[in-house]
Nanobody, 124 residues
Framework: QVQLVESGGGLVQAGGSLRLSCAAS????????MGWFRQPPGKERDFVAT????????YYADSVKGRFIISRDNAKNTVYLQMNSLKPEDTAVYYC?????????????????WGQGTQVTVSS
């Protein structure tokens, strides 16, 4: 079992930055790929970024590439999402997720555990 708790969301002006954190409990964190997804109001939950078990491989949605950075600290059982140059269209509830496999995926079905989400609102 893995439990995930996100933090760091909030209200920010366009062009600003936020760093989301996701603290994980459970012995399998360091062997699991992690992902960030987001769900805008009235829309589906979409892939944002993923990182493999070691942190050596990352992958991003085109909409955030060059602006967001995913990273992890296995010693702290934490994964991060640094969000820069934020836009109003980045407004969403952001969820972190843990995969059973060590390699990342863009597909929600590949993730077994989910956090409760943290709200990010970007004002224009």
């Amino acid at each position: 079992q893995v439990q995930l708790v996100e933090s760091g969301g909030g209200l920010v002006q366009a062009g600003g930055s936020l760093r989301l954190s996701c603290a994980a409990s459970g012995r399998t964190f360091s062997s699991s790929a992690m992902g960030w997804f987001r769900q805008p109001p009235g829309k589906e939950r979409d892939f944002v970024a993923t990182i493999n078990w070691s942190g050596g491989i990352t992958y991003y949605a085109d909409s955030v590439k060059g602006r967001f950075i995913i990273s992890r600290d296995n010693a702290k059982n934490t994964v991060y999402l640094q969000m820069n140059s934020l836009k109003p269209e980045d407004t969403a509830v952001y969820y972190c997720a843990a995969a059973r496999a060590g390699y990342g995926s863009t597909l929600r079905i590949q993730y077994d555990y989910w956090g409760q989400g943290t709200q990010v609102t970007v004002s224009s």
